[in-house]
């Protein structure tokens, strides 16, 4: 029998830790954290220089602290102090090195299902990612003649362009099959044989493929772009040259935009997540906590009262 937990939190910021500490502490168990990083805060380890000062009034944006975390001026290290002692205090179960790949609605639940295939099942779920998370770009040099023609994700394509998709995961293979019923779409992957796509994505793959609206160029490696007539030029491993409209990469990370979308979820003419009074999303039992409800970005007080406010209207809806 599947274990469903009450709660499931995505993203190991200062509004995943808030959500997931206050939870506790208003007494709902089974709550489950979902970080993509080694530990939690990490776009505060990995952008924050050491002993750089974290104020609670971000901007001069004063905020009143509604829960429990006591949070106040100080380091990175006392910041990232701080939240390690309160999840060791309250027992958070925590699941460090997972990336959500999507959370669907099932009926009355959630089905979050991860980058790596594990599935997990919740009630309600509050998503808390940041708007820091970017997808990762390839090692080569991407020239700056070719940033409108090169993206990573889907949403400046346009119709009857010839397109090269880079990756082997989930998201290169949607974007594949996406884009293919409108343009000339070749996925290249640097492997023989796709090792990370789910069972649904690899059929309709499949039959694109087979059905000769979709090409593949599998075991060859990109070596360079270069522009060339205001054009992408594609130099492969093999020695190959190609020229194409434009590429797009999907290889690995996560842009919180395309997250969002296979949520379901809406989001308004600057990127940010339709919410209402209660940080409720366009789907009903989805919370939105941090920086992401921010068009310019928000402080670590803020994200703690979202978590805060949350959790309490979550607590209601479970009596």
Known sequence: M???????????????????????????????????????????????KDNKRVDKDYKGQKVELNGNIYFVDGTKESTLDLFDEILNLHRIEERFNTEVESVVKKGELFLITTTQGDEVWAKFVIISIGKMGQPNKPSYEIPLALKDRVHFNVSDCKENEKILVVGGGNSAVEYAYF?????KVTLNYRKTTFTRVNEPNMALLNEYAQGGKLELRLGVDIVSLEEAEGKPKVNFSDGKSEMYDRVVYAIGGMAPMDFLRKCSLEVDEHGVPLTSETHEGSVSGIYIAGDILFKSGGSIAAALNHGFSIVQEIKKQLA
């Open 2 to 48: 599947k274990k469903v937990y009450n709660i499931a939190i995505v993203g190991g910021g200062p509004g995943g830790v808030a959500s997931a500490v206050e939870a506790v502490i208003l007494g709902i168990d089974d709550v489950i954290l979902l970080e993509k990083g080694e530990n939690h805060s990490t776009t505060i380890r990995k952008f924050y």
């Open 179 to 183: 884009l293919a019923d409108l343009n």
